[in-house]
């Protein structure tokens, strides 16, 4: 069996991922974009040619091997991601990146002036673009995150097998921060595997299993 990812293709998303309010705000989330960095440059040094799709975060000083693509909004996101996956040119998709659940129903044009006492944004959620990746490349290993803060073992292994199952994904990393610290499983359909308690062997984990395909 292979041990490296040697001319392995592997497109990797990770970081936060805007929506605008108004002209100069924006929902977020605190992802830093850790996880996928280690792993992009983790896989570039086994031989793996890597894409990685950054949201805005800081990341100096990667890899030159590494093409990198960045973006800050949720649409802005989706059209690159569909573009990538449409080439059809990957081996594998790991989706780490923080996806907005919710946008506003209606982007102001204008600032919204400050001082509003009371002020009210109606959202709606946004696509799960997970569900995009087996529609748009069915042969693409499809690795996607679940992350539940707090969350015991049996129902973040139960929440990570609904994900799965839903969007006909060959693994999903179930991680959760809780008094242990950093805790994650890697649930494929007939399998769990863990515990890991560190980003490094969840990328062991997932090179092992890309090296299988």
Request: charged share 25%.
């Given at each position: 069996?292979?041990?490296?990812?040697?001319?392995?293709?592997?497109?990797?998303?990770?970081?936060?991922?805007?929506v605008?309010?108004?002209?100069?705000?924006?929902?977020?989330?605190?992802?830093?974009?850790?996880?996928?960095?280690?792993?992009?440059?983790?896989?570039?040094?086994?031989g793996?040619?890597?894409?990685?799709?950054?949201?805005?975060?800081?990341?100096?000083?990667?890899?030159?091997?590494?093409?990198?693509i960045?973006?800050?909004?949720?649409?802005?996101?989706?059209?690159?991601?569909?573009?990538?996956?449409?080439?059809?040119?990957?081996?594998?998709?790991?989706?780490?990146?923080?996806?907005s659940?919710?946008?506003?129903?209606?982007?102001?044009q204008?600032?919204?002036?400050?001082?509003?006492?009371?002020?009210?944004?109606?959202?709606?959620?946004?696509?799960?673009?997970?569900?995009?990746?087996?529609?748009i490349?069915?042969?693409?290993?499809?690795?996607?995150?679940?992350?539940?803060?707090?969350?015991?073992?049996?129902?973040?292994?139960?929440?990570?097998?609904?994900?799965?199952?839903a969007?006909?994904?060959?693994?999903?990393?179930?991680?959760?921060?809780?008094?242990?610290?950093?805790?994650?499983?890697?649930?494929?359909?007939?399998?769990?595997?863990g515990?890991?308690?560190?980003?490094?062997?969840?990328?062991?984990?997932?090179?092992?299993?890309?090296?299988?395909?």
């Amino acid at each position: 069996m292979a041990t490296n990812l040697k001319n392995k293709r592997i497109l990797i998303t990770a970081g936060p991922t805007w929506v605008a309010i108004d002209k100069v705000r924006v929902i977020s989330n605190t992802a830093t974009g850790e996880t996928g960095i280690l792993l992009a440059e983790k896989f570039t040094q086994l031989g793996a040619k890597v894409t990685l799709l950054l949201g805005p975060v800081n990341a100096c000083c990667l890899a030159p091997k590494i093409r990198l693509i960045n973006f800050r909004f949720f649409d802005e996101f989706k059209k690159i991601f569909k573009k990538e996956l449409a080439s059809r040119c990957y081996d594998a998709v790991i989706h780490s990146a923080a996806v907005s659940d919710y946008q506003p129903q209606g982007r102001r044009q204008k600032k919204i002036k400050s001082g509003i006492e009371n002020l009210c944004l109606r959202l709606k959620p946004t696509e799960k673009l997970i569900r995009l990746i087996k529609k748009i490349d069915p042969g693409i290993f499809a690795v996607g995150f679940k992350f539940q803060p707090q969350a015991g073992k049996l129902e973040l292994i139960r929440q990570a097998r609904q994900l799965l199952k839903a969007n006909k994904a060959d693994l999903i990393v179930a991680n959760t921060c809780n008094r242990q610290g950093y805790q994650a499983y890697l649930v494929e359909r007939q399998s769990v595997s863990g515990l890991l308690k560190n980003k490094t062997s969840v990328a062991q984990g997932i090179k092992d299993r890309i090296c299988k395909i």
